[in-house]
């Protein structure tokens, strides 16, 4: 059965601290592993990885993709009170349009 | 841009009652899906289609129907809802053959509670 998994499940951290985020899968024929956040509605897009070690960057967040070891990582830099956020992995498979969403990761920054 | 656009926002059914949920997109998306939301659970998807007139099940189908008469429009009807059924319930879109790679835009979402 296919299944993502993030974690950590939730995090508290400071203004300023370095986050990582990860989810891993396992789900057949990979097609593509997206990132989004949520805030208080619906999610909106942060990355789309496909191919192995090419790292996506966007300001102070970046992800990175291993298709070998079935992982993909969100860092974020210099977190900012704004960042907190549910943070979603969804990964699809080939031959069809779903995705699979993990539960997401629960991010609090305290200023 | 309206995008995708999911009414209404919030409802209150009692047990029983039956409505359905309205999704609309105007981007020309083949491939809409709808998808509820529970405290610790994600995201799981009811049903989804990749075109008018075609519709499948997805990872927790019962109790809901689709149907896809447009390809901007995407209503979920809720049978005879019951209180597992309160949730908040997404609406998602993206495009579909020939390109699919691409991510889902998503509707603000409807905060259903069955009582």
């Known amino acids: 059965e296919d299944k993502v998994v993030q974690s950590p499940l939730s995090l508290v951290v400071h203004e300023g601290d370095t986050v990582t985020l990860n989810c891993s899968y396992e789900?057949?024929?990979?097609?593509?592993l997206l990132w989004y956040k949520q805030e208080k509605k619906a999610p909106t897009f942060l990355f789309m990885l496909?191919?192995?070690?090419i790292e996506k960057k966007s300001g102070r967040l970046s992800s990175i993709l291993d298709k070998k070891e079935l992982f993909s990582i969100l860092n974020i830099t210099a977190t900012q009170t704004g960042d907190s956020a549910i943070y979603l992995c969804a990964v699809g498979g080939s031959g069809t349009y779903k995705y699979i969403f993990g539960t997401g990761t629960r991010l609090k920054v305290l200023a | 841009n309206a995008g995708v656009t999911q009414t209404p926002k919030f409802q209150v059914l009692k047990t029983g009652q039956s409505m359905t949920l309205q999704c609309a997109q105007d981007?020309?998306?083949?491939?809409m899906s709808w998808y509820r939301q529970d405290p610790g659970m994600g995201l799981r998807l009811i049903h989804y289609?990749?075109?008018?007139?075609?519709?499948d099940q997805g990872e927790v189908p019962n109790g809901y129907n689709v149907s896809r008469s447009t390809t901007e429009d995407f209503p979920l009807r809720l049978l005879s809802a019951a209180p597992s059924q309160t949730s908040v319930y997404f609406c998602?879109?993206?495009?579909?053959?020939?390109?699919?790679?691409?991510?889902?835009?998503f509707g603000q979402g409807t905060r259903l509670t069955v009582v």
């Open positions: 981007m020309n998306h083949e491939y």
């Open positions: 998602a879109s993206s495009y579909g053959p020939g390109n699919m790679n691409t991510e889902a835009f």
């Open positions: 496909t191919s192995s070690g």
């Open positions: 789900v057949t024929n990979f097609r593509s």
């Open positions: 289609s990749v075109g008018a007139g075609i519709t």
